[in-house]
């Protein structure tokens, strides 16, 4: 390799390959100078450099500061220097790649399909290649090797064999992006997409809202006759796309969410972020959508959780609940008036106040039958009961309770 032949190739690499001049002169000058320190015999610490002469495109090796100086050395030089050099320019090929889509993060990109490996499509994007992989893809879409595919960049990762670029086109953003792309409005910043809930292959709902009185949201992403959002629909193979209307208030913004379904009632929970939404009979089917579809999107759509019914289903809901709600009143009446019956019996007792029913419960006589059942020595036990009192509480615990029994009977 002639001295001006290494110079053109850098200039030339510079050029199709985006390589900093700067980087490929450093490449060559570490390859001669490693050559060199390999082929001649040079004291360990001594440095040894090269130098590439930018004009003539000379290049001359020193150990410390002296010349190295061989017959040999222009040929082995050049011979080491090219596999470095191809070493060290595929290094800064891949990192240009690595920059270059690193920045494209979030961008639709386009490219042709080169091949279908294990359930991956391989993208060709001229410069390097991208991959889409299987959960990536929509379900309904198919693609053939040689198709033009456009796809949303994911993420770039730095790999020992290049840049991995990982795109999709089953991600919302995808959706979002292409609407970006389609609707100047969006672009400009005048229309604003609010949320996006996709079930990819089937059907997206996006809510929008115009920042403009004057600019129709809807309008403006429908496009005239329908164009924008059928180029879209194109795109995504047939995908179904419901264009909501944004809405600050709840109930409105449900109701859109849940369109084409007409909803009669919406009743709000703001601490759980629940509704309870009421359709008639011949509505709830279309609400809830095929296999639950348009409720699950809905519910995605504004962040809450939709639980729909009809009016059958409500009313028999209520009754049960309001059933329900009865029989827990009369349990708790009746808990009540067992409670009070349970005093009633203790307070029974002769001489007995609140502070002698206290120390009873206390002690785990809580009714007339265990402090009939006790003995007068285990009463005594109790601060401030003494053997005559315990004894008189004992008999009359019995008497009551002999006079309710003959009551029963």
């Not at 015999?41 to 001359?60: F, M, P, S």
């Not at 879409?141 to 993420?155: K, M, N, P, S, T």
């Not at 349970?342 to 402090?371: C, M, P, W, Y």
């Given at each position: 390799?002639?001295?001006?032949?290494?110079?053109?190739?850098?200039?030339?690499?510079?050029?199709?390959?985006?390589?900093?001049?700067?980087?490929?002169?450093?490449?060559?000058?570490?390859?001669?100078?490693?050559?060199?320190?390999?082929?001649?015999?040079?004291?360990?610490?001594?440095?040894?450099?090269?130098?590439?002469?930018?004009?003539?495109?000379?290049?001359?090796?020193?150990?410390?500061?002296?010349?190295?100086?061989?017959?040999?050395?222009?040929?082995?030089?050049?011979?080491?220097?090219?596999?470095?050099?191809?070493?060290?320019?595929?290094?800064?090929?891949?990192?240009?790649?690595?920059?270059?889509?690193?920045?494209?993060?979030?961008?639709?990109?386009?490219?042709?399909?080169?091949?279908?490996?294990?359930?991956?499509?391989?993208?060709?994007?001229?410069?390097?290649?991208?991959?889409?992989?299987?959960?990536?893809?929509?379900?309904?879409?198919?693609?053939?090797?040689?198709?033009?595919?456009?796809?949303?960049?994911?993420?770039?990762?730095?790999?020992?064999?290049?840049?991995?670029?990982?795109?999709?086109?089953?991600?919302p953003n995808f959706v979002r992006k292409l609407f970006q792309l389609e609707v100047p409005e969006i672009y400009e910043?005048?229309?604003?997409?609010?949320?996006?809930?996709?079930?990819?292959?089937?059907?997206?709902?996006?809510?929008?809202?115009?920042?403009?009185?004057?600019?129709?949201?809807?309008?403006?992403?429908?496009?005239?006759?329908?164009?924008?959002?059928?180029?879209?629909?194109?795109?995504?193979?047939?995908?179904?796309?419901?264009?909501?209307?944004?809405?600050?208030?709840?109930?409105?913004?449900?109701?859109?969410?849940?369109?084409?379904?007409?909803?009669?009632?919406?009743?709000?929970?703001?601490?759980?972020?629940?509704?309870?939404?009421?359709?008639?009979?011949?509505?709830?089917?279309?609400?809830?959508?095929?296999?639950?579809?348009?409720?699950?999107?809905?519910?995605?759509?504004?962040?809450?959780?939709?639980?729909?019914?009809?009016?059958?289903?409500?009313?028999?809901?209520?009754?049960?609940?309001?059933?329900?709600?009865?029989?827990?009143?009369?349990?708790?009446?009746?808990?009540?008036?067992?409670?009070?019956?349970?005093?009633?019996?203790?307070?029974?007792?002769?001489?007995?106040?609140?502070?002698?029913?206290?120390?009873?419960?206390?002690?785990?006589?809580?009714?007339?039958?265990?402090?009939?059942?006790?003995?007068?020595?285990?009463?005594?036990?109790i601060k401030g009961l003494g053997e005559v009192k315990a004894k008189k509480i004992i008999k009359d615990a019995k008497?009551?309770?002999?006079?309710?029994?003959?009551?029963?009977?």
């Amino acid at each position: 390799m002639e001295s001006t032949e290494l110079l053109t190739i850098l200039e030339q690499l510079e050029r199709d390959k985006g390589i900093d001049k700067k980087i490929l002169i450093e490449a060559v000058e570490s390859a001669v100078a490693t050559a060199a320190k390999k082929l001649w015999t040079v004291d360990k610490n001594e440095e040894v450099r090269a130098v590439l002469d930018t004009k003539t495109g000379r290049i001359t090796a020193y150990a410390g500061s002296q010349e190295i100086r061989s017959s040999e050395f222009g040929r082995i030089a050049a011979q080491t220097a090219k596999q470095v050099v191809i070493q060290k320019i595929r290094e800064a090929e891949k990192d240009v790649v690595f920059n270059e889509y690193q920045v494209r993060i979030g961008e639709i990109i386009a490219g042709g399909i080169y091949r279908f490996e294990r359930g991956n499509i391989i993208v060709d994007l001229g410069k390097t290649e991208a991959y889409i992989p299987k959960k990536e893809q929509s379900p309904k879409e198919e693609f053939r090797q040689g198709d033009r595919i456009r796809a949303y960049v994911l993420d770039v990762k730095r790999d020992s064999k290049g840049p991995q670029i990982l795109l999709s086109r089953a991600s919302p953003n995808f959706v979002r992006k292409l609407f970006q792309l389609e609707v100047p409005e969006i672009y400009e910043g005048i229309v604003e997409i609010k949320s996006i809930a996709r079930d990819v292959g089937e059907r997206t709902k996006i809510a929008v809202y115009s920042k403009d009185e004057k600019v129709d949201c809807v309008g403006a992403c429908v496009g005239m006759r329908g164009s924008r959002v059928k180029n879209i629909v194109s795109e995504l193979q047939g995908e179904k796309i419901d264009i909501v209307r944004y809405s600050s208030d709840i109930k409105e913004y449900i109701q859109a969410a849940l369109s084409p379904a007409e909803i009669s009632q919406i009743q709000l929970n703001y601490d759980g972020k629940k509704a309870n939404i009421i359709v008639a009979d011949d509505q709830l089917s279309l609400a809830i959508g095929k296999h639950g579809q348009n409720v699950r999107l809905a519910s995605q759509l504004v962040s809450w959780e939709l639980d729909l019914f009809s009016f059958d289903q409500w009313k028999q809901l209520q009754e049960q609940a309001g059933a329900e709600e009865s029989v827990n009143e009369k349990e708790e009446k009746g808990d009540a008036a067992a409670d009070q019956s349970q005093n009633r019996d203790l307070t029974a007792l002769a001489g007995v106040g609140e502070k002698t029913v206290t120390q009873l419960k206390s002690a785990g006589f809580d009714s007339l039958e265990k402090i009939a059942a006790t003995d007068i020595e285990t009463l005594t036990k109790i601060k401030g009961l003494g053997e005559v009192k315990a004894k008189k509480i004992i008999k009359d615990a019995k008497s009551l309770l002999g006079s309710a029994n003959e009551e029963k009977e």
